[in-house]
């Protein structure tokens, strides 16, 4: 058992400095647990002892009955040495210190006092100065970010808390599912690597995607990184990559952002991927949360427009995604599904009048055969066929042929190419608004796919 | 007068091969022509002479009473060598041929016939093989694409039908006014240099973007590029950069796509600025079409989120737009406008609790600066402040200070960031779902307004 499985999945849990005012943090806190459904016991702390939000509150978590595993800390800062160790005597195991006027304004001596009382007790601290901590499998909101997250497989650790916050909204904004959403703050005991060994083992998270500034230990960080990248996939969002960047950097979380190269090497030997804003983080997130790796480099596109097609290409070739020639037996049965003006070489060009049938056949064409290891579908809006049936077509036919090799679809137009990607999205075939995104999150899963399977030739040698 | 007035401005419109079937481009065309609010007269043209959505119909475009300006052509390949003659011998002097068959089937006789019919008589053709035109000045979309545009002020050019298409939902999707969408097609009279010319002179755009797989003259394209991005940013999408995404350039428009290095730097030495895809290439044109250029090289960001202030101050450095470090007066004016643990230097970061008068006072600082030549703000969600309302503090703050300088904007969140975004764009301040697109806008305005400045300073010195 981790000692983190407390923080994640407590059975109780205390808010102290609740608050009955809704332009309270404490009030925030309470708020959110609730609406989010956590079903383990909660108990609001405060001077008053007074009732938050129908609960029975106490004045000090000592005098809660009974085990309590997690305290949420949300008083001023000058209150929480004492608050802690009260949980310490308690015997209470983990805390979130959502308290800022630490470490962030210069004080580091409290931050240091407080740390020492962590210590002592044997508790584990997230914090201080976080907005707080989602996790999908124990349907616990301890954040006073949005009361609404989009549950899924990705989860998200950030050293910026108003990039956190704003993502908490992302995720219901664009559909993307997170199983975790995990503020880092000062990083005074837990830092990114405790979070990365944990979710190593977490069933509910699929791949793992970190905003950092600075690590505080970097040859631990990329321990935990090579632990973490052989089981599932890493992206990292590293800011303070140009001069100014990190001078920016410093004066937010007082990070020392470090010389970018030796970052960029460290990331790249530990087979984390780096990602250079966070739209292209958690495109490439939502492919490897939804499908399987590539099978093989020989990368298939199927487009009903030729000039998509050709920009597909390039991006593909620029990024390491192999466009396979296709052999004559495949341009003979791609040759039957298109008009005399398609182009059956690769990109396959369905042209403006494929509908859904030439849609379904080329792909079934596409999963049956073992020497294609990954595809791009693409379609254009047309004045004459249904963006929606399309999508709907190409749900029905990977679900049918059971497929094991990665789909990624772009659908450019209107708001029905918008609801038709919303529908792919939503049966698992991740659908980008243009073809470059799609590519740039296959390239990445390719990386990620090259990486360990290397590493898999290498211990299989020795 | 152009000789291309009659093809943008007709005052009369003949569609040889309407057509009553709503499955036929001959009847899309009609649709789309009524349904855009064209207001000069149509004459349908068939064989049969039946009428058309209750318009009177002709068998021959010579039985037409009175002129006719322009003649929209969409009947099978082998008729329309007979009806370019037909029209020239009325006296028609533009064409629009959407059928196709022709060169990009192999067929270069006839498309050489064709174009000496157009030669003998002195008309100006567009096509073969185009989905047609849409102008928004003569509301007049005739087009077999979709029904609805978005009218504002970039002309979009390109070689691509099928993305022509989609483009035109996509301007309804994200709002995104075109002055016009030019299908180019086979090319075998009018090519790009000739739009831009026109282009240039015209008052209603205000930025080309052009897609384009190879030049039929590059030299031309070359000089009319320089001439329209001294008056206007001219963006491209070249595709077929790559060696397999030039080989699918040659099977899609049979264009050679020759040497990327050639274009890149055909397209540097003229001013033009080249995109790499076409959310890139419309999000800069976005900024261009609704903001002034930038009055001089320091930039400004204004934030609630130190994290997202550190990603952008990486991507204005990575991309050429200079993050201005504040003299000392407006450090100390900023920093009445933040709590004590904001940021005044630059980004300007308000912190988590700004509300919208932080942002309109830190704005009306930035307007009223003339050292500042460009503004970026940032708004990252929170559960304490409404971006719909400081969206509208922002909008008011632009329009009351009769701002001279651009400003772009991004709001990271969910649902009601996209609401104050539309907001924004819709009182044209260009907002972008990450920081990095406005950058990249905002980078993309700075390369053409040195390029501009650079030929002023040389001519002012010859």
Do not use: E, F, Q, T
């Given at each position: 058992m981790s000692d983190l499985d407390k923080l994640f999945c407590p059975k109780s849990v205390a808010i102290v400095g609740a608050s009955k005012n809704p332009k309270k943090i404490g009030y925030e806190l309470v708020s959110n647990i609730l609406a989010g459904g956590y079903e383990g016991k909660l108990f609001p702390v405060n001077p008053e002892g007074a009732d938050v939000m129908g609960l029975k509150s106490f004045t000090s978590v000592k005098l809660i009955p009974g085990d309590v595993d997690l305290a949420v800390i949300a008083v001023p800062a000058v209150y929480v040495a004492d608050v802690i160790e009260d949980c310490g005597q308690k015997g209470i195991k983990s805390l979130i210190v959502i308290s800022s006027g630490f470490k962030e304004v210069g004080n580091t001596e409290l931050e240091d006092k407080i740390l020492s009382i962590v210590r002592k007790y044997g508790m584990r601290m997230l914090g201080p100065n976080v907005f707080g901590l989602y996790y999908a499998p124990s349907r616990m909101n301890a954040t006073f970010g949005l009361s609404r997250v989009f549950p899924g497989n990705i989860a998200f650790i950030t050293q910026s808390g108003a990039l956190g916050i704003a993502m908490m909204g992302w995720t219901n904004l664009y559909h993307i599912g997170v199983s975790a959403v995990i503020s880092m703050g000062n990083k005074a005991d837990i830092e990114e690597s405790d979070m990365l060994d944990y979710l190593t083992g977490d069933e509910m998270t699929k791949a793992v995607l970190i905003y950092i500034e600075g690590a505080k230990d970097g040859r631990r960080l990329m321990a935990s990184l090579k632990g973490s990248t052989l089981k599932k996939p890493v992206i990292i969002l590293k800011s303070g990559r140009t001069e100014k960047g990190a001078s920016a950097a410093a004066s937010h979380t007082?990070?020392?952002?470090?010389?970018d190269k030796v970052y960029d090497a460290a990331f790249k030997q530990s087979g984390a991927l780096r990602a250079y804003d966070f739209a292209q983080a958690f495109d490439w997130a939502k492919l490897m949360t939804l499908q399987p790796p590539p099978q093989n480099e020989n990368c298939l596109i199927i487009t009903n427009g030729g000039g998509v097609g050709v920009m597909t290409t390039d991006a593909c070739e620029e990024s390491g995604v192999t466009i396979w020639p296709l052999p004559d037996d495949l341009q003979s049965e791609f040759k039957k599904l298109m008009p005399v003006f398609g182009n059956f070489k690769n990109p396959v060009d369905l042209t403006g009048q494929a509908y859904e049938e030439s849609y379904s056949k080329s792909l079934e064409l596409a999963f049956k055969d073992p020497r294609i290891g990954s595809i791009i579908v693409l379609y254009c809006q047309t004045a004459i066929t249904d963006p929606v049936a399309i999508a709907k077509s190409i749900i029905d036919t990977c679900e049918s042929q059971h497929c094991d090799k990665p789909l990624v679809a772009s659908f450019i137009g209107g708001q029905q190419c918008d609801e038709a990607m919303r529908k792919l999205d939503e049966r698992a075939i991740p659908a980008y608004p243009i073809p470059e995104r799609a590519v740039s999150a296959l390239a990445s899963y390719y990386r990620w796919k090259r990486y360990t399977d290397r590493l898999e030739e290498k211990s299989a040698q020795s």
């Open positions: 007082g990070s020392l952002a470090g010389s």
